[in-house]
């Protein structure tokens, strides 16, 4: 088959079943192989951005090779087809320290007095999102939601300030891809030899082969639904994609986040994730604890992937 036969194979298989994402303009080829090139031009017209089009395409490549024919029915979810390295990746000599598989609801959350009534109201992982330019008021806020947890089973990570969560004694911390990228490969190693658990937020193929470069305890996929909180880089990424993302990156927990409320809660535990990351939905509810405690229990109901 050409690339223009494979582009309109792969199209015809899986239009209907992804969530419609106006089409990109295909990035330049870097290969002459027609797998490859359907491949990526057919992932452009799916509305996948050009480095995850690049990424798919790459792999569609790997998975025809290591097949011995085209399939357009499959779709690439083998790790070693985008170049992944040893599942499960915490076998790795490199892999940052382990944390649940499952670390269930989540609760993203602004401040430290918000950190203390997620725990206290039995949500096991919470996660202090606190933006300020003042190291002394962020090491304060680090200190006081680590105090908040302090009798409860909740887990604490850091955003953003890993260098604070480690001289505080976190859990651990989670990181932006932006902010993973400015580490230098010293700094990778003194965040791991510390203890930290590390979680890496991803948005796409590309940015999941980026984190898991560096072995992290667990992988954030998102945004699945429109979110207002802030502004994203790229569009929702819909069910269908994180049911993908969550079989290709298996071997980690995996915590969908994103415009996640009590009945789109359901459909993202569904893909197979181990935890729903919440923000609004607790921060924003007329009863916070209450609102846990339902979230929590349909957490409990939902059939499992």
């Excluded at 932006?178 to 940015?207: F, I, K, M, W």
């Excluded at 802030?230 to 969550?246: E, F, N, S, V």
């Excluded at 079989?247 to 993202?268: E, H, S």
């Amino acid at each position: 088959m050409n690339a223009q036969e494979i582009q309109t194979a792969i199209l015809a298989a899986h239009r209907d079943r992804f969530d419609r994402h106006p089409p990109v303009a295909v990035g330049p080829f870097h290969d002459e192989d027609p797998a490859y090139r359907g491949a990526k031009a057919a992932c452009a017209a799916l509305g996948f951005i050009e480095v995850d089009a690049e990424c798919l395409g790459r792999a569609w490549q790997a998975m025809t090779r290591r097949l011995g024919r085209f399939d357009a029915s499959a779709w690439p979810d083998a790790p070693a087809d985008f170049g992944l390295r040893e599942f499960p990746p915490q076998a790795r000599a490199d892999a940052f320290a382990p944390c649940p598989v499952a670390l269930g609801l989540y609760a993203v959350l602004p401040d430290a007095e918000w950190v203390g009534r997620a725990a206290r109201a039995g949500i096991p992982t919470v996660q202090l999102r606190f933006k300020s330019d003042d190291d002394a008021a962020v090491a304060r806020e680090i200190d006081a939601a680590i105090a908040a947890v302090q009798g409860t089973d909740a887990l604490l990570f850091i955003n953003d300030h890993w260098r604070q969560a480690i001289a505080a004694g976190a859990y651990g911390v989670h990181l932006g891809q932006e902010d993973l990228d400015a580490l230098t490969a010293d700094e990778v190693q003194e965040l791991r030899t510390s203890g930290l658990r590390l979680g890496v937020s991803t948005h796409g193929y590309a940015e999941m082969v980026r984190a898991d470069a560096v072995s992290p305890s667990y992988l954030a996929l998102g945004a699945v639904f429109p979110t207002t909180l802030k502004k994203m880089a790229t569009a929702p990424q819909g069910l269908a994609r994180l049911h993908d993302y969550a079989r290709l990156m298996r071997g980690y927990p995996l915590v969908a986040i994103g415009g996640i409320d009590a009945a789109r809660l359901p459909q993202a535990l569904a893909s197979g994730v181990g935890s729903i990351a919440v923000v609004r939905a607790f921060v924003g509810a007329d009863d916070p604890e209450a609102t846990a405690r339902m979230l929590m229990a349909k957490m409990h109901e939902a059939p499992q992937a």
